[in-house]
């Protein structure tokens, strides 16, 4: 990897290795305000004081400034650093001193902030999160499957929520306002409106007024803590000695002082102008995935052309610039304090994307100069940020997919592939103007936002289906769970006599599983708004400000409101139901019960029952038989989304992302029917199980495509990771058959595609040898993260995935 890394620029690596594989450490200042302001503003409206915290927490947090950057703004202390949330993680408080210790993304903190934590900021939020809410709320028949009931802080890993872990799904605010209207402008449009309010009409008073107030909080509170970044930057340049830092350090106080108050000018103004606006996103709220940055390539290129005209920048300039960006990113470490929200986001993971390529309003091409430079970019600094995401449509230029595959073959996973010929159709029948499905951006794994348009927030529900199978083998138990009765009886195994009883039981509890996640998101949904607000989200999204409501209402009139749920262990369950099918009711090799006894035993004893399932048809070789039963679950899952989605008020549509969910729940699941071993990781997203493909990664698509049912619109991303060797992309032949691949897959109309290209023994080395490998990227879900930051078991399932030649 880095094969580049000579011809990068020196400022970002010499940041970045300051910083390289340090223990991050937890800050708590924006905790301590953001609780200080929210004691004093019990009662009013829940946007009003959001906006009062933001303001307080901008007053007050210490500012920095790191040394040699170019760009000002942190969200917390230097080095790696991550955010309390404890209007998230209130319940959870007392385990942060536990972090320190924890296999998945460990965080250190001192004695002081721990102190802090426990006498200062908990016993405030002690009974009045969301979480503790949402259980309240829950029936008992929903409770059972979501959390123990009897400690409603353990996750059950059957129908998990994620709400409780980020107050919104992944997110892309509308940039180009910020750097092309200014916060003075947004902020005096809103007091005209409070001026124009008929206080007398309690909708205005009451609804429309503290929204408005909100904007202009938020609006100043930005303004404030920029301007300090500028206080700072002027401080710092008076005694600094090295004259060429000290014009870079009064250039930035310039820059400081007028955006992101007033319109961006320069190239360096937009970009801080955006990273403003990023930072103070974190301090607003944890979003899923965190805030995206849209489409970095279009926003920033009328001021990248102007400088270029202008001979005041040129590509290498630019280029340090948001390396700059990069390295700060990659500082910022999403923390998460519940069990459940560390292992499903492993490895410190975060992915705030920037989207590339695509298409403009009207579908022409969008790719211009500085689609290639951001491509260059990750190849001369190949960081794992930001989490660069390449629209590709059937018309994408060759020399754009020529740097992709070369881009690609660093091995570092980027970019992530997002297809517009499945994007736009399905964002269109799903409400949208041509125009707005053609300017999506990418705002997380693979999930995707049009700006001022999409208005549902709700974290979605992960499915564990690899449970609904087990649930068959145990009559509607688990036998993690011992004899708890979890969801409902579908028959002792030796009433399951032919293969169409077997498939009616899987499906009745799957469709179980189903129905309590879409009761569980009504909760969510309908409870969230009065726990969580987004001013500044608010502010930034046209439909919040015509209806006078926070992103977090459960309706905003005017949006589309895209939700949806998680489909976890896919190849796991279509292979384990195509051995079932074939092996015990079709060639009748083997007896439910001889079946059920080696699983039960986790194969201990059985090891030829396993040689055989093993043996048995699988997803992802474009073998009808397996991409069939693939085929069924999907539409099993698509006809209730299809028939209930919208008794929630939004769609819930299906989607196969399950960033690292699929290992924690592997670990509720015994042995299965492919030969998997208990307590192991299920399959990924919509990639088959480990070490299923064997016929190459074409027959990978071809299976992905075999198995969607294209009559339905309630279908959302399906992650789709491909592991190759690193000797059969080699060269420039290696470089054809990329583009050919992705050529391919774009025709398939698949919806997203990311590559690892790594040998196993290299993952193996690392593995035994951590401190050599400090470097190593791999692709985990929709994100990289170094490996050596993953937990054991997340390396075993990344080690596990097919390694193909093309
Ligand atoms: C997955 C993040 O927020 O959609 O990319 O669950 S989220």
Known sequence: QGRHQAAGRPRPYAIFNAIKGTKPIIDIERAKYFTASFKTTEGQPLILRWAKALKHIAGNITVYIDDRQLLASRAGCPGRYGLIYPELDGCFLGKVAELTNRVESPFSISEEDLRCIEQEIAPYWQGRTFYEDLARSLPPDVLRVTYDPDEITKSRYIVNETATMRSALQWVHDFEKVLQKGFKAIRQEAEERLAALDLFDPQDALEKAPFLEAVILVADAIVIWAKRHAALAARLAATEVDPQRKAELQALTAICEWVPENPARTFHEAVQAQWFTQMFSRLEQK??????????????????????????????????????????????????????????????????????????????????????????????????????????????????????????????????????????????????????????????????????????????????????????????????????????????????????????????????????????????????????????????????????????????????????????????????????????????????????????????????????????????????????????????????????????????????VPVTSHVPFGKVVGATANGRKAGTALSDGSSASHGADTKGPTAVLMSNANSKNLGYKERAARLLNIKLSPACVQGEAGTDKITAFIRSWCDLKLWHLQFNIINKETLLAAQKDPDKYRNLLVRVAGYSAYFIDLSPDLQNDVIARTEHSL
């Open 287 to 656: 979003t899923g995935a965190t805030i995206s940055n849209g489409r970095m390539d279009q926003y920033f290129y009328p001021f990248y052309r102007a400088d270029v005209e202008q001979g005041r920048l040129d590509a290498e300039g630019a280029k340090e610039l948001l390396e700059c960006m990069w390295v700060g990113m990659a500082q910022y470490m999403d923390l998460y304090v519940s069990p459940a929200g560390a292992c499903f986001n492993e490895a410190y993971a975060h992915w705030e994307a920037v989207t590339i390529g695509g298409q403009d309003e009207n579908g022409e091409d969008a790719t211009n100069e500085l689609t290639y430079l951001f491509l260059e970019s990750k190849r001369e600094f190949p960081i794992n940020y930001p989490d660069l995401a390449a629209r590709v449509h059937a018309r994408s230029p060759g020399r754009y997919l020529y740097e992709i595959a070369e881009t690609v073959k660093e091995g570092s996973g980027f970019p992530k592939l997002i297809n517009d010929e499945e994007v736009i159709p399905l964002l269109v029948a799903k409400g949208a103007a041509f125009r707005e499905a053609n300017t999506y951006a990418v705002s997380g794994c693979t999930e995707v936002r049009m700006p001022n348009r999409d208005t549902y927030t709700s974290p979605c529900a992960y499915v564990n289906i690899a449970a609904a199978l087990e649930l068959v083998l145990y009559n509607g138990r688990m036998k993690i769970y011992g004899p708890e009765f979890l969801t409902l009886a579908t028959g002792e195994l030796d009433s399951l006599a032919t293969w169409e009883d077997f498939w009616q039981a899987y499906l009745t509890q799957q469709t179980y599983l189903l129905k309590q996640a879409f009761k569980q998101q009504y909760l969510v949904n309908s409870l969230r708004e009065k726990h969580f607000a987004a001013p500044l989200g608010s502010t930034l999204h046209d439909q919040c400000q015509k209806q006078y409501k926070d992103l977090h209402a459960a309706q905003i009139a005017g949006g589309i409101d895209l939700g949806y749920f998680d489909i976890i262990g896919y190849g796991t369950v279509v292979d384990s139901l195509a051995a079932i099918k074939k092996l015990v009711y079709e060639d009748r090799k083997l007896s439910l019960a001889e079946l059920f006894a080696a699983l039960d035993n986790n194969f201990a004893g059985y090891e030829a029952t396993r040689q055989l399932l093993l043996n048995a048809p699988r997803y992802g070789n474009n073998d009808p038989y397996a991409d069939g039963l693939a085929k069924s679950i999907d539409l099993a899952a698509l006809e209730f989304t299809h028939k209930y989605s919208r008794t929630i008020g939004a769609s819930l549509d299906l989607r196969y």
